[in-house]
Structure formats: structure tokens, C-alpha cells
């Protein structure tokens, strides 16, 4: 490319030509190029050549100079230092092209980061949520004091003539599946004003700092809006009790706290913003939340009861097709501390097992299998020997029967040996107690019986096999047993030690349990909270032996049928066991 100035002929000239040429005077000039291998000649008749020299040719220079052609040695260093510059200068530029893509690229992150800041509350609008309260069945209550809450935003005058103050904040309080979410949607789908939502969660981010921004730029928003509600699911994770932790991402959610209670205070009475926050653990919540002034509304959402649970089927088989034998209110007396959300999941399984038998109807049969499912788990191809499973046999019968003398026939749902992934062997089901599911009371009574219906299949099989051919079919069993027994001693003060708390392992959360002092006990008591522990244990597991010699006969008769069944359900259990069970 440098020596571009010579248009070459397409004839080619050798080297022996070359000399001969230079000999007979045909050449007019030849240019050197310092450090290349190859000269440019012209020729007198206007001909030019490229041709290939040695390295350092002194053949050609001689007969050159001695023929008078004229020769140039021709500077290609500038060319060259031209050429390289030219590179160097891309070089650059391809450099400073590659700093601006970094640097763009890393700033797009930057941005990303910082864009966190930027609360991410999803602004919904009435004409976005579908929901309505009609869609939340079993929680009247809740659902009432929430309508109310639509009244506060839409007639805030009303409140005002009277001089009472329209209340800032209220939380939504009740075990997982219940419904809050629901209702807070219910809200918004109804309310007519905008909604603003956000789960808790979404404060705490990577970067410090950013959660109470995100809670600052929230509120402010929705000062925009106003009248609004602003919906915080899952507060628990920011509202936790402060200063009990370790750690900077204790630090970072205390500030996210700190800030969300400042915007609590900072906005003012009737400004026509509600903040709506949903938790399960409320007991876990920083006192200063919940005084009032902030979320000083507490509406508890319970898990429904009979009633509810009918509803609640019923709502979410609205668009399922169901046999006209099935009747909800059976199935809602066999779910018995279930959630709304377990119901619907219910329900839904049903459907499946439905679509998998290719009938067009839901059936009993397609529920029970979807209950089974759910409470039990499901049917495993596990093939069990003929011995195995009359122990097994024995094992279920006997807690049925204890818990039939303890709680009543009606408390067992079913007895099953059919094999079930996750477990060993059976199952027995037995229905909660829909008064301590509602009241949420324990008492002395009930943990005895529960712990002697744990036993029951370690007594069983003692009766039945006798002592030295027991097997640990009951392994689960024994290790509850003990657990309850451990709580009866050292929790609820049930036993003879008293009425004294030397639980260590409540509120073990993050950091919490590490600076707690465990409780101090002396080595004496100790070994008393342990004997009383063992005495328990041994009297409970000798009266499910009582009771199971008492009902030898049924027990018998009951692995009989179940043998040749695999399943007793809460009808035949009733049948065969109300003539035959001796309290
Ligand atoms: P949480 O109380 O944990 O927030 P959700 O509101 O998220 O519970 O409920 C989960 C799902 O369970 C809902 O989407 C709904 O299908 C069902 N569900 C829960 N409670 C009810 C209820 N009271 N009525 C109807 N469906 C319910
Ligand atoms: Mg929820």
C-alpha cells in the first residue's frame, strides 16, 4: 500500500532478468525499500515491476551503480510511522470506546440499584381487581369492620360533624390462608378509591437505606392519590419488635420501621389515607406499631368455622361442576382446621382428581381422594408384607380406639393402611376439636389424651406381640408424645413440679434467642422436670394399655376389617365400634 504510486505491469520479472536488464541499460530507476525483500523498477520504456531481492542485496546496488540507473532509497519509516499511529490511533479509540460501553453498562446497573429506591408499590386501580367481599366467605366479621373502612374513606364528613378521628391505620391480623389478602383485594375491588400495594418484603433490599426511602416515596404518592389505601402485606418482616438483633440487616429494617412509623405520624388525621397492613404474627410486632394513632385498628381474620367452611367451599365451587350428591356442608364438618386457602386447594385438587377419571362431575369420591391427599399425602406403589401390615394394623386401630374412648367415636375420620409416600405405614385421621381450634385453649385434659392416643400403638402392639417383639412403627408417635409432655411440664406448669415456666425456645428469631439468657434452672429441678417427663410418658402409655386390653375384642375385630379393606371410614367406624367400645 505504501508504494502505491506505481501502477505495475502484470508481466512478471525475474531476478536473472533483472541483472541482464540493468546489463543492457533497459532500466530507468530502481527504489529501495530499507528492510523489505523486494525492489520497485521502472523501466525505461515505462514498464514497472515488483520483484524479490535478497535481504541486504549488494548484487543489485553494484550492478546499479555501475549501469547508472538511478536509484532512490525510498523513507518508508514515515509511511511506517504513519501506518503506526494510524493504528496506535484506532487502538485508542477502540479503548475509549470500550471505557464508554463499561461505563454506560455500569451505569445502567447503577441506575438499576439506585432505581430500587423508587418505591415498586403497584398502583391498582377498582377497574384491575376483580375481587369483591362476596369472593370472601366465612369471615363476616372482618369483612364488616373492612366495609366500614371504605365508609371512613368515601365519608370522611360523617366522621369529622362528630369530631372523631377516621383511624390511620389497620391491620389485618390471623393465622396464613385465611384471607387477608383476599379481603385487602375485596377492598380495593370495592372501594373505589385507588390502592396502593406492596408486600413488606419488598422494602428490604440489597442496599442499606433503600427500605426507608422506598417507604418515604410510598407515602408520598400516596398523598397524590388521596383518598387512598395503601396495602402492606406481610408487615412482620419490617415490623418486628427493634433492637433485638444483630447484624446491618436488622439495621436496615429498623430504619425501614423508624421511617414507616414517622410517615404514620407525619400524615395528617382524616388526610384520606388508610394504611392497611396484614400479618400472622402479630405477636411479634413492634409495640410502637401498634400503638394508637397508628395501626390501632386490629381486625382479626379467624379460621372459619362449620358455617364459614360451607361458604367457602361453596364459593370456590362456584365455577366447578358439581354432583348434585355432594353435599358441602358434610365435607365442611370432615375439614375442621382448615383454612380458606386449604379449602379452596381442596377443592381444586377435587377438580384435578376429577379431570384425571375423565368425568364431567366432582363427585364424593373425587373429594375424599383430594382430602386424602392433602391430610395423608399421597398413595405410594410401596408393596408391604402380610405381617408388616397387621402390625400397622394394630398400630392404627389402637390409637383409634383410644381416641374414640378419649374424644368420642364421632373425633375419627378414618383409619387407612394403605401405603402413603412419607410415611412408614397408616394413618389414622382424627378431627380437631372445633372448640379448641376456635378458642385456642389447651387443656390438661386434652394433652393427656393426646399423648395416650400417641401411645396407643406402642400399646397395642405390646398387647397383641407382647413386650420383647415391639418394633418402632410408632417412632413419630413416641417422639410427639414426648414433645407434648415436655411443654405439659416446662410451659403450661401442668405437672407436679407446678405452675413455672422454664420454656427457653420461644421467639427464637434472628439474633433474638442468641441474646436471651436461658432460663436458670437448678441441676436438681432439672433432673425432676426430666423424671416427671419419663412418669408421664410411662402412666400415659399405661392407660392406652388399660383402655386397649378393655376393647381387646374390637380391637381385634376393627384390624380384621382393615386388613381386608385397607380403609375404615367415619361411617364403618361408628357402625362397628358404638356397641362394641368399653370407656
Ligand atoms: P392470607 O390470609 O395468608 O393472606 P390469602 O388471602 O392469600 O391468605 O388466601 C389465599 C387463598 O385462599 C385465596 O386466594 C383464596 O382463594 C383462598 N381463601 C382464603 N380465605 C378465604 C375466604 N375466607 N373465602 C374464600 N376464599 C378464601
Ligand atoms: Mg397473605
Not at 421 to 444: A, F, H, Q
Request: hydrophobic share 40%.
Amino acid at each position: 500500500m505504501f508504494r502505491s504510486k506505481f501502477s505495475y505491469s502484470d508481466s512478471k520479472s525475474s531476478y536473472s532478468d533483472l541483472l541482464e536488464d540493468i546489463e543492457t541499460g533497459k532500466i530507468e530507476s530502481i527504489f529501495f525499500y530499507p528492510r523489505q525483500r523486494e525492489i520497485d523498477v521502472l523501466y525505461k520504456n515505462g514498464d514497472k515491476f515488483k520483484i524479490p531481492i535478497l535481504y541486504n542485496d549488494q548484487l543489485i546496488l553494484e550492478k546499479a551503480t555501475e549501469n547508472k540507473v538511478d536509484l532512490t532509497v525510498n523513507n518508508s519509516r514515515k509511511e511506517a510511522s504513519a501506518a503506526n499511529s494510524f493504528a496506535s490511533i484506532s487502538l485508542f479509540l477502540i479503548f475509549i470506546l470500550a471505557i464508554v460501553l463499561i461505563l454506560r453498562s455500569t451505569s445502567k446497573l447503577a441506575s438499576r440499584a439506585f432505581g430500587f429506591t423508587k418505591n415498586q408499590a403497584k398502583f391498582v386501580t377498582i377497574d384491575d381487581v376483580e375481587t369483591r367481599f362476596d369472593d370472601v366467605a366465612g369471615v363476616p366479621e372482618a369483612a364488616e369492620e373492612l366495609k366500614e373502612v371504605i365508609t371512613f374513606l368515601k365519608e370522611p364528613k360523617k366522621f369529622e360533624n362528630l369530631g372523631a378521628k377516621v383511624p390511620k391505620g389497620v391491620l389485618l391480623i390471623g393465622p396464613p390462608g385465611t384471607g387477608k389478602t383476599l379481603l385487602a383485594k375485596a377492598i380495593a375491588g370495592e372501594s373505589g378509591v385507588p390502592f396502593l400495594s406492596i408486600s413488606a418484603s419488598e422494602f428490604v433490599e440489597l442496599f442499606v437505606g433503600v427500605g426507608a426511602s422506598r417507604v418515604r416515596d410510598l407515602f408520598s404518592k400516596a398523598k397524590e392519590k388521596s383518598p387512598c389505601i395503601i396495602f402492606i402485606d406481610e408487615i412482620d418482616s419490617i415490623g418486628r419488635q427493634r433492637g433485638s438483633g444483630i447484624g446491618g440487616g436488622n439495621d436496615e429494617r429498623e430504619q425501614t420501621l423508624n421511617q414507616l412509623l414517622t410517615e404514620l405520624d407525619g400524615f395528617a388525621d382524616n388526610s384520606g389515607i388508610i394504611v392497611l397492613a396484614a400479618t400472622n404474627r402479630p405477636d411479634i410486632l413492634d409495640a410502637a406499631l401498634l400503638r394508637p394513632g397508628r395501626f390501632d385498628r386490629k381486625i382479626e381474620v379467624m379460621l372459619p368455622d362449620l358455617d364459614g367452611r360451607k361458604k367457602i367451599l361453596s364459593v370456590h365451587s362456584l365455577s366447578k361442576p358439581l354432583s348434585s350428591e355432594v353435599d358441602l356442608g358434610y365435607w365442611a364438618s370432615r375439614t375442621v382446621g382448615f383454612s380458606g386457602a386449604d379449602l379452596a386447594n381442596l377443592m381444586n385438587e377435587s377438580a384435578i382428581h376429577c379431570a384425571r377419571d375423565e368425568s364431567k362431575l366432582i363427585s364424593d369420591i373425587h373429594i375424599e381422594n383430594a382430602l386424602d391427599k392433602i391430610t395423608i399425602g399421597l398413595r405410594s406403589s410401596l408393596i408391604t408384607s402380610p405381617n408388616m401390615k397387621k402390625i400397622i394394623a394394630y398400630n392404627e386401630v389402637g390409637r383409634a380406639i383410644v381416641c374414640a374412648v378419649r374424644n368420642g367415636i364421632e373425633s375419627v375420620d378414618k383409619i387407612t393402611i394403605l401405603p402413603r409416600s412419607g410415611s412408614i405405614g397408616g394413618y389414622t385421621k382424627i378431627c380437631p376439636d372445633e372448640d379448641v381450634i376456635s378458642s385456642g385453649l389447651i387443656s390438661k385434659k386434652l394433652l393427656f389424651s393426646k399423648i395416650e392416643i400417641a401411645l396407643a400403638g406402642r400399646a397395642a402392639e405390646t398387647i397383641v406381640f407382647g413386650e420383647g417383639e415391639i418394633t418402632q412403627c410408632s417412632i413419630n408417635d413416641i417422639s410427639y408424645a414426648t414433645n407434648i409432655v415436655r411443654e405439659m411440664v416446662t410451659k403450661y406448669g401442668f405437672s407436679i413440679i407446678g405452675p413455672i415456666s422454664m420454656d427457653s425456645d420461644n421467639e427464637m428469631y434472628l439474633g433474638d434467642g442468641l441474646f436471651k439468657r436461658k432460663p436458670l434452672i437448678a441441676e436438681n429441678t432439672s433432673s425432676r422436670i426430666d423424671n416427671e417427663i419419663i412418669n408421664i410418658s410411662k402412666i400415659s402409655l399405661n392407660n392406652s394399655i388399660k383402655i386397649l386390653k378393655k376393647n381387646r375384642v374390637l380391637l381385634d375385630k376393627l384390624v380384621d376389617i382393615l386388613l381386608n379393606q385397607e380403609t375404615i371410614d367415619k361411617k364403618l367406624f361408628k357402625l362397628t365400634t358404638s356397641e362394641l367400645l368399653k370407656v
